[in-house]
């Protein structure tokens, strides 16, 4: 999953492009799963509670479970020395 995204306020870098070295950077993976409604709204929420822009998410897609959703989220950040 390929996005293009602009770097925020926190230590969380997201990618931009691909010039930042792999080995200077943490990759963490937050993935929401439910059903269509559960899923919109958590991403709501955790918009209004600052933790991540609602199009930092990828596009829902269908889980395994055929009555669920998933959507996930991409982070990068620095490695502190």
Not at 6 to 29: T, W
């Amino acid at each position: 999953m390929s996005q293009e995204f602009l770097p925020d306020d926190n230590e969380f870098a997201r990618p931009n492009d691909d010039s930042a070295a792999e080995s200077e950077q943490d990759v963490v993976c937050v993935t929401v799963t439910g059903s269509p409604k559960g899923v919109r709204e958590t991403i709501l929420t955790l918009y209004r509670l600052g933790f991540a822009e609602v199009g930092d998410w990828s596009p829902v897609q269908r889980a395994a479970n055929p009555k669920q959703v998933m959507s996930v989220l991409i982070r990068r950040r620095k490695r502190k020395a």
